[in-house]
């Protein structure tokens, strides 16, 4: 059944669940965070929070800081409401027919039946409404995402040709890479101060590992102070999945060396080698459809980044509290 956990981990986590939250049983709710004319509450981020640790638990992924994660989830919760608000003013609604329709291809990728499913989530907390919920909001932002980001997004041939060719990938072709971000994030509009600032904080966050201390230690420590940090830990890659901000310094490193700060445009990236692996079986050498895939989902999550936060730049957000 672990499949099935991650599958129910991915839907209630990846942007969390607003709907699973009801079913958390607290005499009073805390205010978490004001998004729009809609809110966070303290009892939807704990829920996520447990989500969040499921899910790293069966992806043997090591947990960031406490103060980090809890940054990471709040984020994904807003971005939820942000892009579930863009939905209903898009009128984008999802039919009782095609939540049921998807929620069945979720049971027989599984190879359970849909009442066993049900019978599985009520097992994690979560009752047969919230997951229907949860899946119509998941559909909702996935119509979007393809209308606003997706429909954009495309890889041609000559790119191909040119990643395929480059030494790059020549030399790494069969390397995946376990990589773990550390943001220091500007604002949306940063000012030439602002940059300053975070750049002068990322190069003296580089200064300190590299005069041996650990990147863990460094991480903790840094995600406890006033300004904390963000990112996390981002898997095992393949070259073409990583970042192309990332990807050509990846190839030249070695594990646990680390590579920064590199500039985008939501700030200053530290970026750790954790390990480094030979890929087995049908990964070990990629198609060029498999390449194609994997660029075309590096570009995705790189508009995907530039498009959220344009929305959360057009918003109005307010934290309540310290998470």
């Given at each position: 059944?672990?499949?099935?956990?991650?599958?129910?981990?991915?839907?209630?986590?990846?942007?969390?669940?607003?709907?699973?939250?009801?079913?958390?049983?607290?005499?009073?709710?805390?205010?978490?965070?004001?998004?729009?004319?809609?809110?966070?509450?303290?009892?939807?981020l704990n829920v996520a929070l447990?989500?969040?640790?499921?899910?790293?638990?069966?992806?043997?992924?090591?947990?960031?800081?406490?103060?980090?994660?809890?940054?990471?989830?709040?984020?994904?919760?807003?971005?939820?409401?942000?892009?579930?608000?863009?939905?209903?003013?898009?009128?984008?609604?999802?039919?009782?027919?095609?939540?049921?329709?998807?929620?069945?291809?979720?049971?027989?990728?599984?190879?359970?039946?849909?009442?066993?499913?049900?019978?599985?989530?009520?097992?994690?907390?979560?009752?047969?409404?919230?997951?229907?919920?949860?899946?119509?909001?998941?559909?909702?932002?996935?119509?979007?995402?393809?209308?606003?980001?997706?429909?954009?997004?495309?890889?041609?041939?000559?790119?191909?040709?040119?990643?395929?060719?480059?030494?790059?990938?020549?030399?790494?072709?069969?390397?995946?890479?376990?990589?773990?971000?550390?943001?220091?994030?500007?604002?949306?509009?940063?000012?030439?101060?602002?940059?300053?600032?975070?750049?002068?904080?990322?190069?003296?966050?580089?200064?300190?590992?590299?005069?041996?201390?650990?990147?863990?230690?460094?991480?903790?420590?840094?995600?406890?102070?006033?300004?904390?940090?963000?990112?996390?830990?981002?898997?095992?890659?393949?070259?073409p999945e990583i970042p192309s901000?990332?990807?050509?310094?990846?190839?030249?490193?070695?594990?646990?060396?680390?590579?920064?700060p590199i500039q985008t445009s939501?700030?200053?990236?530290?970026?750790?080698?954790?390990?480094?692996?030979?890929?087995?079986?049908?990964?070990?050498?990629?198609?060029?459809?498999?390449?194609?895939?994997?660029?075309?989902?590096?570009?995705?999550?790189?508009?995907?980044?530039?498009?959220?936060?344009?929305?959360?730049?057009?918003?109005?957000?307010?934290?309540?509290?310290?998470?």
């Amino acid at each position: 059944m672990k499949k099935l956990n991650i599958v129910l981990c991915v839907l209630g986590c990846i942007l969390s669940a607003s709907s699973f939250a009801k079913d958390a049983k607290q005499a009073i709710d805390q205010i978490v965070a004001v998004v729009n004319d809609d809110v966070v509450t303290r009892s939807e981020l704990n829920v996520a929070l447990t989500a969040a640790r499921m899910q790293m638990s069966q992806e043997h992924i090591s947990e960031p800081p406490e103060k980090l994660l809890q940054k990471q989830v709040l984020d994904q919760l807003i971005n939820k409401k942000l892009q579930l608000q863009i939905a209903k003013q898009a009128g984008i609604n999802i039919k009782e027919e095609e939540v049921n329709q998807s929620i069945a291809q979720v049971a027989e990728q599984n190879k359970v039946s849909v009442a066993d499913l049900y019978a599985h989530v009520a097992q994690e907390g979560m009752s047969k409404s919230s997951y229907q919920n949860e899946m119509r909001d998941q559909m909702a932002i996935q119509k979007l995402q393809q209308m606003e980001v997706v429909s954009h997004i495309n890889i041609t041939p000559d790119e191909i040709d040119s990643f395929m060719h480059s030494t790059a990938w020549k030399n790494n072709s069969s390397k995946e890479y376990h990589l773990e971000d550390m943001l220091i994030p500007v604002s949306d509009s940063p000012t030439t101060n602002e940059l300053v600032t975070a750049k002068n904080r990322a190069n003296a966050i580089v200064s300190k590992i590299r005069s041996g201390g650990s990147y863990q230690k460094v991480t903790a420590a840094e995600a406890s102070t006033p300004a904390g940090i963000q990112g996390g830990d981002l898997g095992w890659r393949k070259l073409p999945e990583i970042p192309s901000a990332f990807a050509d310094r990846i190839a030249h490193m070695k594990a646990d060396e680390i590579a920064g700060p590199i500039q985008t445009s939501n700030g200053f990236h530290i970026i750790h080698l954790a390990a480094v692996r030979s890929a087995a079986g049908e990964d070990a050498q990629a198609t060029r459809k498999q390449i194609e895939q994997q660029l075309l989902q590096r570009k995705f999550e790189e508009a995907m980044q530039s498009w959220v936060s344009k929305l959360r730049g057009q918003s109005f957000i307010e934290t309540k509290v310290s998470v």
